[in-house]
T-cell receptor, first 118, second 114 residues
């Protein structure tokens, strides 16, 4: 079974600073997908960024980028020029491809509560 | 906005009662997944429905059951409610059976069991 671990329960930075959230995972699969989701206090889960394991290039989405280290099973999220609206719970998640037996479910970590201070 | 809706927004039930939660998928999606999120925790997978059939189940007892309808909307039913069932219930829709694997989440239903 796959597991996802986020070792930072809470983080706090000043606006405009850069912050990195850590995530490690465990799987025996060679092909899979990794995600970072954001859940603001309004609670709607929003996809921030995703990475296909077969791609060596790290994904980027504007101010958000990942450092994907497949051999180390590490998938960290870097937020540059942080903004007040980035304040939220951030969840790292793992998913296997559809063709592998069983549901294509998301396996989530415990989350990191990120606070951006003015 | 993801186009996925859930009802009701909030619900208060008494231990032992039964509850039905509803989810309307994003247009064109044929797969619905349900997750339970306890306070301060990450979501836990309950089950997934693909084209009206259960496509996998997490570690939840049989009193958690579901349905998916021909229009791909879905229900989550919980019988004999327990205090530990108090949580945020999230549904997510996706286009199963293709290379498009992204799941789109609804706003959730907050269930409180007293």
């Amino acid at each position: 079974a796959q597991t996802v671990t986020q070792s930072q329960p809470e983080m706090s930075v000043q606006e405009a600073e850069t912050v990195t959230l850590s995530c490690t995972y465990d799987t025996s699969e060679s092909n899979y997908y990794l995600f970072w989701y954001k859940q603001p206090p309004s609670r709607q889960m929003i996809l921030v960024i995703r990475q296909e394991a077969y791609k060596q290039q790290n994904a980027t989405e504007n101010r958000f980028s990942v450092n994907f280290q497949k051999a180390a099973k590490s998938f960290s999220l870097k937020i540059s020029d942080s903004q007040l609206g980035d304040t939220a719970m951030y969840f790292c998640a793992f998913m296997k491809p559809w063709h592998i037996q069983g549901a294509q479910k998301l396996v989530f970590g415990q989350g990191t509560r990120l606070t951006i201070n003015p | 906005e993801t186009g996925v809706t859930q009802s009701p927004t909030h619900l208060i039930k008494t231990r032992g009662q039964q509850v039905t939660l509803r989810c309307s998928s994003q247009s064109g999606h044929n797969t619905v997944s349900w997750y339970q999120q306890a306070l301060g925790q990450g979501p836990q997978f309950i089950f997934q429905y693909y084209r009206e059939e259960e496509n996998g189940r997490g570690n939840f007892p049989p009193r958690f059951s579901g349905l998916q309808f021909p229009n791909y909307s879905s229900e989550l039913n919980v019988n004999a409610l327990e205090l530990d069932d108090s949580a945020l219930y999230l549904c997510a829709s996706s286009l199963g059976g293709t290379g498009d694997y992204e799941q789109y989440f609804g706003p959730g239903t907050r269930l409180t069991v007293t």
